[in-house]
């Protein structure tokens, strides 16, 4: 017979599980709801190699058809968006806005996709010999909610705002293994005092994930 002990440590190890491995149930904000359908269909797929060609292309100075985000448009409304590069399992360079500025997403994700070579502060400008050792990610969010405990956040399916007078910096999902550790790195960025406290806001995401060969993803590990 299973001893209680036993059947609570199993139902917290699967918890466990399926929280590190995003088989878990997640909640998704109403507006955001449309996207995270979207992204489980094979366009989403498409906008991933859209944001592929478009980086190297931009790094390569090619000119870009005015027309090629036409091809995605808003799903229902827009929503901010947010574009990574991943290298390995660091953040190469991220830019993002909660407030789109383009008609479309496709022309929204062309925009974050010039500031993502060479606009983030915090990394040096991305470089045409290290393209093949990235991967992309983008992530669509809502709107933030202040929230008084951060500690209470799900860093593996919500977004943390950190604020700090006009400054401010996002911490997106899967780009900290830990929430102090990702706390410490925004209080970095925006030069919180050390005895000071920030404000701080969560925000729901849908991410997005290139699909990349285990070949690329040894290669960038090494």
């Not at 991410?207 to 040894?218: A, D, L, W």
Request: hydrophobic fraction near 40%; glycine fraction near 6%; charged fraction near 20%.
């Amino acid at each position: 017979m299973i001893s209680i002990r036993t059947l609570i440590n199993g139902i917290i190890l699967l918890l466990i599980t399926t929280s590190l491995w995003g088989d878990a149930p997640v909640r998704v904000a109403p507006r955001l709801q449309p996207y995270a359908e979207w992204s489980k269909t094979p366009a989403a797929k498409t906008l991933m190699e859209f944001v592929r060609h478009t980086v190297s292309s931009l790094i390569a100075r090619e000119k870009l058809e005015s027309r090629n985000g036409d091809a995605f448009p808003w799903i229902q409304q827009p929503v901010g968006v947010f574009v990574t590069a991943m290298k390995g399992r660091k953040v190469r360079v991220c830019v993002g806005a909660f407030t789109p500025s383009e008609e479309t997403m496709g022309r929204e994700i062309v925009r974050q996709c010039k500031r993502l070579i060479a606009e983030d502060p915090r990394h040096e400008p991305l470089s045409p010999y290290e393209l093949d050792q990235l991967q992309y990610v983008v992530s669509f969010v809502g709107s933030p909610t202040p929230i008084a405990d951060p500690s209470l956040l799900d860093i593996w399916s919500e977004g943390l705002l950190m604020r700090w007078g006009e400054r401010e910096a996002a911490l997106l999902p899967g780009e900290a293994k830990t929430l102090s550790w990702g706390a410490s790195a925004l209080r970095r960025q925006i030069q919180v005092p050390q005895h000071e406290t920030p404000s701080y806001a969560s925000f729901p995401v849908v991410v997005i994930r290139e699909e990349i060969s285990p070949e690329s993803m040894n290669n960038t590990n090494r």
